[in-house]
């Protein structure tokens, strides 16, 4: 048999290798720089944890940028208060974000549909408004959190004798945890959290979560009190946005309120829905697609567009380059709508389903050649 | 679940992916020698270009601002080169400048949006320095992304060349020693505004407060009320209005029945606007109180504000860091050749970020290399003129600019569409300055 259905542990090699030899593959595409792939990494995270909610409960947060907010405020908190190490940063990231969801997913919960987004995304909104004003003194407001010298730091203080003059930098017992080093990190927890959410796709809880999604009064007529289930995913999609919170801290040690913007969980929504909703891959898909639009797009102006159309004849280029740069540049919104507009239409899947139409396409072919069907080609139900 | 997507893979695809898995094993330690290899960050070396950084709001609510900016940008840039007619270049002494690039190298540029959000703004500024290779970066057109990128700039040991930012933490609390601002501040708005009050609408007056709720508007607040206390008036209240309110008449209301007879705008942007143009409407300016007219002041002007508060602005007082009106040859030079390139007068912001360009490319030649530390040492102290403010100093203790400061009124009679603002007073130098231990804070090391 020449095409064999893939398991979940090679889908997870596959998926480790593409991560980690980013820095290669990324460099054609001028993306190849240690901030960009620790992003991706990271919202890789965020999306995936927001898709253990959305794809598999279909309960559509609106306010899980709060969380990431929350993640990241611990994380820089544990830098200033007890250690540079960023062990401590991660677990209270997680465990503040997952805190802050139980409060959040217990009162939301009680309603389901839009007024379940209403809901969350007032949470989100009061966040941001308290993290930007009222809550000062923890967040200080607009300017963001940061480091500074006059730190306690407690346990490194302990440890060593502080000399160094300037800031210090976020370490991992020792290492330096910017640039490759950081993305290596953010890239491990990456896997780690593709594997975890694998896991929760194939055991029974999700499966009850998947059931909660195609008929949860059915759920209810048969016994089963659902809430709990839906909290625990709340939560647990939580704590992977405060995770992804506190890792955004660790690569760059500042926290501002903009995070819990509702913009920001905008943003992992159109993530996931243009990667793929309830899919395993599609999440981080999108949130490298959007990531990438954000970062390199924008970077391109007119002076990389006309080295770019340098082959055509100066009088064509003259026409291509201004309207090219509408899309380029302080447009990359447009373009990103636009593609936007078009995978909602036209894939529904999103990315992934894109990607299983071409690979369905291929297999016809193969097929029409001489193939035999096999039962995994057909539909499961 | 018949949507469940399988992705197939063959045994071959599988073994290049164990291969290349195999190849990562060994890049970390590729990459990070490269990074150690060099003598300071984003080194030129024997290349025949430098490439400067411009990370400038071009979304969100100051975009308008950005725009601008970049405009600005892009001009300095062609003078460094040697092209167009050199602008300040003329003008700006004492100056080292050559009008061959920098140091002999051709200047280039990136661009990258802010978004106004500290967390964009640090991923535009990283993009430009870990790929694009700056060494420089400058622009922004709030003081949230200024202390913030300022920061990240610190850090990477790239020197940052702050565009519209008028908190005083910039330069205050928050400062570093790879950032530095050509910018007024809050305070200096204050102090500058203090004796037009005095003299325009007396020692006895009642003012009220509307604040921007967040630490820009704080630091204005409490400027403002320091000056005007000085002088005698008092303060009836002071009220914090969320950022990007929108309607204003809720907060405004209740001024008509404070007793206060000045209310004071503590707003920037499309909250100025908004505020500004919803207390015009109430009448605030048409009434009485205490005997007197009723007056609105807005500490911190800006002709693109201006231009959308509309007819609202007429009279109203306030400060800014410069007008294109300004008659001294270094301004009529800027404007000229500005206007000459893209038809339009520059505002401050693209003032600001068109001087700071220079600033830091004159430093480079005066130092004699591309070398932060040294960069950083020959900005400051430096004294120079010819920039459209008068003689202006870049004070060594805190990387802040001391220059006369604008007061303008909203013109009556404009002439033209730009023609919004007047120039009333050009506050001396010393009376804004203060002393930098005031606000706090440490520049850090030359060396990171």
């Given at each position: 048999m020449k095409n064999i259905p893939m398991n979940d542990v090679t889908r997870l090699l596959i998926f480790a290798a593409v991560i980690l030899t980013m820095p290669i593959w990324l460099i054609p595409l001028g993306g190849g720089y240690p901030d960009l792939m620790q992003k991706f990494a990271i919202y890789g995270i965020f999306a995936i944890g927001f898709n253990i909610l959305f794809g598999l409960t279909g309960y559509l947060s609106f306010g899980h940028a709060a969380f990431l907010g929350v993640g990241s405020y611990a994380a820089v908190w544990s830098f200033k208060?007890?250690?540079?190490?960023v062990i401590p940063a991660v677990l209270f990231g997680v465990l503040f974000a997952g805190l802050m969801a139980l409060v959040i997913g217990f009162l939301s919960l009680r309603r389901s549909g839009i007024y379940f987004s209403i809901l969350t995304l007032a949470f989100a909104q009061m966040s941001y408004n308290l993290a930007y004003s009222v809550l000062t003194p923890i967040t200080y407001g607009e300017t963001g959190l940061q480091l500074s010298q006059q730190d306690p730091r407690l346990i490194d203080n302990l440890f060593i004798e502080e000399v160094s003059t300037g800031l210090p930098s976020t370490t991992l017992f020792g290492m330096k945890m910017s640039g490759y080093p950081g993305f290596y990190f953010c890239a491990a927890l990456l896997i780690l959290c593709f594997f975890i959410s694998m896991r929760i796709f194939r055991s029974p809880f999700g499966l009850m979560l998947k059931g909660i999604k195609s008929n949860q009064n059915r759920m209810k007529y048969t016994g089963l009190n659902t809430r709990p289930y839906m909290l625990t995913a709340f939560v647990i999609s939580g704590m992977y946005a405060g995770l992804a919170g506190s890792l955004l801290a660790i690569t760059d040690p500042l926290a501002g309120a903009e995070r819990m913007q509702w913009t920001a969980s905008g943003e992992v929504v159109l993530m996931t829905i243009l990667g793929g909703v309830g899919t395993l891959v599609g999440p981080m898909l999108g949130a490298g697609l959007i990531k990438y639009f954000e970062n390199i797009f924008s970077g391109f102006d007119n002076n990389v567009l006309t080295s770019a159309f340098s082959f055509l004849p100066d009088s064509v280029a003259e026409v291509v380059v201004p309207v090219v740069g509408l899309f380029v540049g302080g447009g990359w919104h447009l373009t990103l709508g636009i593609l936007f507009m078009i995978i909602v239409i036209f894939l529904p899947g999103g990315i992934v389903e894109g990607i299983s139409r071409l690979t369905a396409l291929f297999r016809k072919r193969q097929q029409s050649i001489g193939g035999n069907m096999t039962p995994q080609d057909q539909p499961g139900e | 679940m018949t949507k469940d997507f399988k992705l197939d893979f063959s045994r071959r695809g599988l073994l290049k992916a164990g291969a290349a898995s195999g190849l990562v094993a060994a890049s970390p330690a590729f990459f990070m020698r490269n990074a150690w290899a060099e003598d300071f960050r984003n080194n030129p070396g024997n290349a025949g270009e430098v490439k400067l950084g411009f990370n400038v709001p071009q979304t969100g609510p100051y975009s308008e601002e950005g725009k601008d900016e970049l405009r600005a940008f892009k001009l300095a840039v062609k003078h460094l080169n040697g092209e167009g007619d050199g602008g300040m270049l003329n003008t700006f002494k004492p100056s080292s400048l050559k009008g061959n690039g920098i140091l002999g190298k051709k200047v280039t540029f990136a661009t990258g949006d802010t978004q106004t959000k500290s967390d964009a703004a640090r991923a535009s500024a990283k993009r430009m320095i870990e790929k694009e290779k700056v060494l420089m970066v400058s622009g922004g057109s709030s003081s949230g992304v200024a202390v913030a990128v300022q920061s990240l700039c610190q850090e990477e040991g790239i020197i940052f060349m702050a565009g519209l930012t008028h908190s005083n933490d910039t330069t205050g609390k928050d400062k570093r020693r790879y950032g530095f601002r050509h910018f007024f501040n809050a305070y200096m708005s204050g102090r500058a505004l203090g004796p037009v009050l005095e003299k325009e609408y007396g020692k006895e007056r009642r003012a009220y407060h509307l604040t921007a709720d967040y630490n820009w508007g704080w630091t204005q607040e409490e400027s403002m009320k320091d000056t005007t206390e000085e002088i005698g008036w008092q303060t009836v209240n002071t009220v914090k209005t969320p950022v990007g309110a929108g309607d204003f008449s809720q907060y405004i209301t209740p001024v008509l029945n404070s007793g206060a007879d000045v209310l004071i705008l503590n707003h920037y942007g499309k909250d100025m606007i908004n505020s500004l143009t919803q207390a015009v409407q109430f009448g605030l300016r048409d009434k009485q109180v205490n005997g007197k007219n009723f007056e609105i002041v807005v500490p911190l002007f800006s002709r693109l504000m201006a231009q959308g508060a509309g007819e609202a602005i007429k009279g109203i007082l306030g400060s800014t860091n410069w007008n294109w009106s300004l008659q001294d040859p270094g301004s009529q030079a800027f404007v000229k050749s500005f206007g000459a390139e893209y038809g339009i007068p520059p505002s401050m912001a693209a003032h600001t970020c068109y001087v700071q360009t220079l600033l830091y490319a004159n430093a480079c030649e005066m130092a004699g290399t591309f070398y932060p530390p040294e960069v950083i040492k020959s900005l400051e102290g430096f004294k120079f003129d010819g920039t459209g403010n008068g003689p202006t100093e870049y004070r060594a203790e805190d990387h802040q600019c001391f220059k006369d400061v604008l007061v303008v009124r909203g013109n009556e009679n404009p002439t033209s569409q730009f023609d919004l603002l007047k120039v009333i007073e050009q506050t001396p130098r010393s009376q804004v300055e203060y002393d930098w231990k005031i606000f706090g804070g440490e520049l850090g090391p030359y060396k990171v």
């Open positions: 208060l007890f250690t540079m190490n | -």
